[in-house]
């Protein structure tokens, strides 16, 4: 890929993804660990996992997410390093000071992800630049990113993916189609190994292959994200930044195709926003105190219903019953609902006060869960792991 | 009923008896004094049925009797008043007239017969504390005193008499801080949990006395003092063990200036904004005590102290309110905090000395 673009039209978005971020933090603060292969994560002896795993490591076979004795048998001969999240935060910070040096239009995804815009009609610099200088700039606080360059999220995250670690890639203006043709469909975000293998029955192995598609196939094939997948696999993917800066609520709503009635329906789809919205909570670093509940009827009539709480949460295990009361507060089982909305408001702080008495073990617990999720899914896409809807026993299955 | 009292003594009286009157207005009469003249004494009292408070002053009494004044007037009208005698003349008619010089007033009364009965409580247990240093360990527990009425044992303060010592534990599932003082002459053992709010009324009232008597009996704890009597109830329902909530063991020990601490802790709390915690750095090597705050979208605020350490490094983070509740009650020059791990309860305490202990328990970063 030729690197040294002249002129850049259009937006430039940069995805600046950390190599091996924890581990990095390891090789950084222990010197004589360089070199060798570093895994942070629970001890191969009990059952935890792995959270990262230096390069090193890596050419074993380690990645995240594998339990521990696994990685032990891999890589017998790793470093083990608990992980310390107060001292990665604190470099993650080191880090997000930079691209904030850059531009304020920052979009963190995690402590070691992040987009910007640095669309040059604004910036006033060649993005290709501005990505080498990040590089070199990260490289000085003695950890490595690699950075994608292109005018999407979408395709900045799949270019900063392309060559890891230390990689600048650039997908030019006009160039994205060309790019993402030769790739597997698992490239993209949202397209898991079930999905990949529906694909593939029908002939479907690049992105180049879905590009081809035609809108009504791929809303078959991939049911109501089919657009949306189709567009990026062509490179269209006009999302903005989301900063996150100044937000007074984060909410999400759904209309539905035809109105649901069953309070199976509508609980599912509450259950599904207040998933959607905490997670957005969530990767924003923010928690609320004030839950909202949006309904419309069949008749266009919106009714909301809202509460605040005694603290900020950012779970849904906390914020799903709330949702749930507001709900049957306005809604009656029978009654056809067009639309269905969730939001929470009066943003602060996630940070948690924690009780002598043990009383909040539940939410911590759930808290740590819903944190190990989130990493999942900023790894492997929204859709690779999601949570089912509570188990129901078998004499409620007779009644229902 | 009728008869007349020095304006000072009847506003002093006034002043202990209105903490006991009630803001319900479902029942009118608790907003009322009950006021009742015998021999050379004129007897206030006042209820809202949680605590009860009577208290006395001398009075020239032409004509014995009683009857129930409305509090809150009576007080705001003595309290204008200038300094001379003030005469309270009830006539038949139920009409109250009180007059002071060239002002007089008059008011509706209500029948003292409607007047809950002052309780007759007659105490098990009683011991004799100087009120001064009661004084002191409540104003150091009551911060700790939960306001939340779904736990009502949380809204009071453990009292402990025990041997020689006298100790209050307070706490609000967040933070509990005991606090404890020698009493010499101290007999006879007793623990009651007392309403926070009951406790720091007779430590204000009781300033003027030179010691309290406390009582207990099975449902009700007395206090007296000069001439008064304040009754509360008892809150029932056991009280947290607090001796299995502090830590025995802890990993890192840091002795700080507690001034220098107390203003470091209020500066960069400026930065502690929208629910952000304060954090604290243990560095062994740099003998530094580091406290950081941040807020998205604001700024942050850092501040090193030279400190002594023993033991580990470590951070933690706590909410700065709760934080400079601790230091701020706890007497001494220098400060201990001892810290188990970032996630348990750390411990403020006067260095040198066990009879102050403020637990903690941290915030956990988002």
């Known amino acids: 890929m030729d690197e040294s673009v002249p002129s850049w039209t259009g937006r430039a978005i940069l995805h600046v993804d950390m190599d091996a971020f924890f581990a990095s933090v390891e090789q950084l603060d222990h010197p004589e660990w360089r070199g060798r292969p570093v895994i942070v994560g ?10 990262a795993a230096s390069y090193e490591a890596r050419r074993f076979g380690v990645r995240s997410a594998m339990p521990s004795a696994q990685a032990a048998r891999l890589c017998p001969d790793a470093v083990w390093a608990p992980a310390r999240f107060d001292r990665y935060r604190e470099l993650s910070r080191a880090v997000f000071a930079l691209f904030g040096d850059i531009t304020p239009d920052v979009e963190p995804m995690s402590v070691d992800e992040a987009y910007l815009d640095v669309t ?66 698992t490239a993209l975000g949202g397209i898991g190994r079930s999905t990949a293998a529906r694909l593939a029955g029908v002939g479907v192995r690049t992105l180049g292959d879905l590009a081809a598609l035609d809108p009504a196939t791929a809303g078959h094939l991939l049911g109501s994200a089919g657009t949306s997948l189709l567009e990026r696999a062509r490179g269209v993917d006009a999302r903005p930044i989301d900063t996150g800066r100044e937000r007074k609520s984060v909410s999400a709503e759904h209309t539905f195709s035809t109105d649901i009635h069953t309070r199976d329906e509508v609980e599912m789809h509450m259950r599904a926003l207040v998933e959607r919205v905490t997670s957005r909570l969530r990767r924003a670093g923010v928690a609320g105190r004030t839950v909202t509940v949006k309904l419309r009827f069949a008749d266009f009539t919106t009714r909301t219903a809202q509460r605040t709480l005694a603290g900020p949460s950012d779970l849904g295990a906390e914020l799903e019953p709330v949702a749930l009361e507001l709900l049957a507060e306005v809604w009656s089982v029978g009654t056809g609902l067009r639309l269905l909305g969730f939001g929470v408001s009066g943003l602060t702080d996630p ?6 008495f043990g009383a909040d073990s539940d939410a911590v617990r759930h808290g740590e869960l819903m944190r190990g999720i989130d990493a999942i899914r900023g790894r492997f896409g929204e859709g690779s792991i999601s949570i089912g809807p509570p188990r129901r026993s078998s004499r409620e299955r007779d009644e229902g | ?81 200038p300094e001379a005698a003030v005469s309270i003349d009830v006539g038949e008619t139920g009409e109250a007239k009180v007059v002071c010089g060239t002002s ?14 002052f309780p007759e409580v007659s105490a098990e247990t009683t011991l004799s504390v100087p009120s001064d240093a009661f004084a002191g360990i409540v104003h150091r527990v009551s911060k700790a005193v939960s306001r939340d009425e779904t736990r009502p044992i949380l809204t009071g303060v453990l009292v402990v008499m025990d041997g020689s010592d006298l100790r209050m534990v307070a706490t609000d599932s967040y933070r509990l801080c005991l606090s404890e003082i020698a009493v010499g002459g101290l007999s006879g053992q007793m623990e009651v949990v007392v309403p926070g709010r009951a406790l720091e009324d007779v430590a204000r009232l009781a300033t003027n006395a030179e010691a309290l008597s406390v009582g207990v009996s099975e449902n009700q704890v007395i206090f007296s003092f000069g001439a008064t009597t304040f009754v509360s109830r008892r809150i029932e329902g056991s009280f947290p063990n607090y001796r299995q909530l502090i830590p025995k063991e802890v990993e890192t020990k840091v002795e700080v200036d507690r001034g220098e601490l107390l203003d470091a802790i209020k500066r960069v709390s400026l930065m502690a904004q929208h629910n952000a915690p304060i954090r604290l750095s243990v560095a062994g090597d740099e003998h530094t005590l580091s406290l950081g705050a941040q807020t998205q979208d604001v700024g942050e605020a850092h501040e090193d102290l030279q400190v ?6 470590v951070e933690i983070a706590f909410n700065h309110a709760y934080l400079l509740d601790g230091v701020s009650v706890a007497e001494g020059e220098k400060i201990a905090i001892e810290i188990v791990s970032p996630l348990k309860p750390g411990l403020l305490k006067v260095a040198g000395s066990e009879a102050f202990v403020y637990l903690l328990m941290p915030v956990r970063l988002g």
């Open chain 1, 42 to 51: 629970g001890s191969p002896d009990g059952r935890g996992v792995v959270s």
């Open chain 1, 120 to 185: 040059p009609a604004t910036h006033g610099e060649d993005p290709v630049g501005v990505a080498q200088r990040i590089q070199s700039a990260v490289d000085e606080l003695g950890l490595s990113c690699s950075i994608g360059v292109a005018t999407s999220k979408s395709v900045a995250k799949i270019a900063s993916d392309h060559r890891k670690p230390h990689g600048i890639t650039v997908v030019p203006p006009g160039t994205e189609r060309a790019f993402l043709a030769p790739l597997p469909v």
């Open chain 1, 351 to 356: 940070s948690r006060q924690l009780d002598l």
């Open chain 2, 1 to 81: 009923m009728k008869v007349s009292v020095a304006r000072g003594e009847l506003l002093d009286a006034l002043s202990v008896v209105a903490k006991g009157l009630s803001s319900r207005t479902t029942l009118p009469i608790l907003s009322g004094i009950h006021v009742s003249a015998h021999g050379e004494d004129l007897i206030l009292q006042s209820t809202d049925l949680e605590i009860s408070i009577k208290t006395s002053t001398r009075a020239k009494v032409e004509k014995p009797g009683q009857s129930v004044l409305p509090g809150r007037l009576l007080n705001d009208i003595v309290r204008s008043l």
């Open chain 2, 104 to 117: 007089s007033f008059s008011m509706r009364t209500l029948s003292a017969d409607d007047f809950p009965k």
């Open chain 2, 308 to 313: 002594a350490i023993t033991g580990q490094d």
